[in-house]
């Protein structure tokens, strides 16, 4: 069972940044696929940013440009930093981490969320 910590949270004003920072723990096997997901208040969780294990990412669309994601693979921990936040960046960020388990020539894969940290932008 992989547990997964995030920080980096918080209250700000439009324009300033945040970083937000989710380390994975107990994996017994290999990590892959990580990932931030955001629910803005009175909607559906959406995909913000993933990376994989080689480091290749991928924004949605209006993520890309203010978002950056970045992992250390030693630490099992993944990175979002968000720079010239918005008020409808306000949400609660999700990690999301992908573990994938070889079982001959088969993969088995197990997917687990973080509880979340709120960020809340305003002025």
Avoid at 44 to 68: D, H, N
Avoid at 78 to 98: G, N, W
Wanted: proline share 4%; net charge positive; aromatic share 10%.
């Amino acid at each position: 069972q992989v547990h997964l910590v995030e920080s980096g949270g918080g209250s700000v004003q439009p324009g300033g940044s945040l970083r937000l920072s989710c380390a994975a723990s107990g994996s017994r096997f290999s990590i892959t696929d990580m990932g931030w997901y955001r629910q803005p208040p009175g909607k559906q969780r959406e995909l913000v940013a993933g990376i994989t294990v080689a480091g290749r990412t991928k924004y949605a669309g209006p993520s890309e440009g203010r978002f950056t994601i970045t992992r250390d693979n030693d630490k099992n921990t993944v990175f979002l930093q968000i720079k010239s936040l918005k008020p409808e960046d306000t949400a609660m960020y999700y990690c999301h981490v992908r573990e994938e388990e070889y079982i001959g020539v088969s993969i088995r894969a197990y997917d687990y969320w973080g509880q979340g940290t709120q960020v809340t932008v305003s002025s």
